[in-house]
């Protein structure tokens, strides 16, 4: 389940993980699954001729740039998919939350994950007062992917003025403190109960290590238990199937910075060759048949 008119490179290497499993697969755009409920009916349609006949739903995307009322028709709707007894992975409430960048870090601080100094506010005096306090900040959108759109900020002037911004634009004011860093972060990649594999993120020519920009994937030989057990817990918090789990290592220890509930994972491959596409279809088709 993908919004692309064409599947992408990772629902692509899904598709064929499954079918190399023996399962028959359907690519599906969220509009083209429609609810039909009310008198003896419970009913959820592909492309408004039959009804549902899935063993499970692979849930990658519900859409970005669309309306609220979509937005909300959409989540429904896959809920519907989960109260009929379908698996959906990841689930939508779980996928929803690992979205929303303040209430998913909220939720892995108040459980005893580590987690960057975070304030969240509209108006831009107070985004000013933090980045004064804090010296080097982080302003990115609550909602997003792949580094774009966040900005790191020495001078709180400039601060002040971005917040000023977002306020204007009715957006709400997300400032971290930036976390110090050796030129690098960890994706560690979850499924199940299990980190299937991880690797480094290294910087290149920018602050940021995302690998869509441009940072290089580096093998990581060896992790210890604690990484590992930081990266599981945070996919069970959020009620996650499967995750990367974003990491950095500091001086006081290792800080989840961000939880992705749709990964991709070229540059895992790229870097450690292998493909989660496999371990995920393995353990959806499991869940399937309890």
Partial sequence: MHTRPTPPWSARQLILAFESLGASTT?????EISSVFGGNEFDVLVRGTYQLDFDAFMLRDIGFSITIEQFLRRITV????????????NPVEGLILARNKYLSLLMLSRNGIPVPKTAVVEDPYVAYRFAQSWGSVVIKPIVGS???GALKLEDPDVAFVVARTLAQLGQPIYVQQYVEKPNRDIRVFVVGSQVIAAYYRVQQGSWKTNIAQGARAVPMNRMDSELSEIAIKSCKILGLHY???????????YVVLEVNASPGWKGLTIATGINPAVHIAKYVMELARR
């Fill in 27 to 31: 690519y599906l755009r969220p509009e």
């Fill in 78 to 89: 896959f809920k519907h998919i989960e109260m009929m007894g379908i698996p959906v992975v």
């Fill in 146 to 148: 792949m580094g774009f």
């Fill in 243 to 253: 995750a990367g789990v974003d990491i950095a290592e500091t001086k006081d220890g």
